[in-house]
């Protein structure tokens, strides 16, 4: 399997965990000069590591890194990383995980 092939699986399969998004520059992802998948610079692999980063958007985190490794390595299998180190890397988290859903309609000090 090609490395954007896999990248796009392994995209589409983090897609579904609810709580995570793929980290990725600030840069706005609808410039029309950007012939790539902006998703998809959230994604490193090479021959040992399979690194992938994230955006939390809820809490908590141990949950949601299990449901991000159960989706993960079903697509490894069988490819040329199905051997290397999984990394996932919480790389920022959303300040919405930090509000409880009954507090997100007020704002502070109200």
């Keep these: 399997m090609a490395k954007d092939d896999l990248v796009a699986e392994l995209l589409e ?3 579904k965990v609810d709580g995570l998004r ?3 520059p600030l ?5 029309t000069w ?8 959230a ?3 090479d021959d040992e590591v399979v690194r992938i980063r994230f955006v939390a958007t809820k809490l908590p985190l141990p949950p949601l890194l299990r449901a991000a490794e159960d989706a993960v390595r079903p697509i490894l ?3 040329a990383w199905e051997t290397a180190a999984l990394t996932l890397v919480v ?5 919405e995980a930090f509000t409880p859903m009954r507090d997100r309609d007020h704002t502070i000090g109200s």
């Design 13 to 15: 399969a983090l897609a």
């Design 22 to 24: 793929p980290a990725t």
């Design 27 to 31: 840069a706005p992802p609808n410039q």
């Design 34 to 41: 950007m012939w790539w998948d902006w998703q998809s610079l």
């Design 43 to 45: 994604v490193d692999l």
């Design 77 to 79: 299998r069988g490819t």
């Design 91 to 95: 790389a920022d988290i959303d300040g």
